[in-house]
Nanobody, 124 residues
Framework: QLQASGGGLVQPGGSLRLSCAASGFTADDYGIGWFRQAPGKAREGVSCISRSGVSTYYSDSAKGRFTISRDNAKNTVYLRISSLKPEDTAVYYC???????????????????WGQGTLVTVSS
């Protein structure tokens, strides 16, 4: 099971740290990805981190403002988003990759477990 949390209402320019807590399995056996779905839009991948945390990946929309990290001792993966923009408003989901790496990281088929999502709203 994956539990995403940390969303909320934030003003433009602010920051948030989302958490993805894993239970029922050892998170450090797998890569973990973050996706988001804005109102009326398709779900898109934004970031992925490998099992060890050494390799991190970001979509073009996430580069420069998103930082993914993991604390395997806590079985938790984080996504920090800074300089938030209204277009970052979305439900953010974390997902467990099929493998320790992040191959085919932006394709849903590469993941087999999904969290329930946490809503991030960026508005003044």
């Amino acid at each position: 099971q994956l539990q995403a949390s940390g969303g909320g209402l934030v003003q433009p320019g602010g920051s948030l740290r989302l958490s993805c807590a894993a239970s029922g399995f050892t998170a450090d056996d797998y890569g973990i990805g973050w996706f988001r779905q804005a109102p009326g839009k398709a779900r898109e991948g934004v970031s992925c981190i490998s099992r060890s945390g050494v390799s991190t990946y970001y979509s073009d929309s996430a580069k420069g403002r998103f930082t993914i990290s993991r604390d395997n001792a806590k079985n938790t993966v984080y996504l920090r988003i800074s300089s938030l923009k209204p277009e970052d408003t979305a439900v953010y989901y974390c997902a467990r990759h099929l493998y320790p790496t992040c191959g085919s990281r932006w394709y849903f088929a590469g993941y087999n477990y999904w969290g329930q999502g946490t809503l991030v709203t960026v508005s003044s």
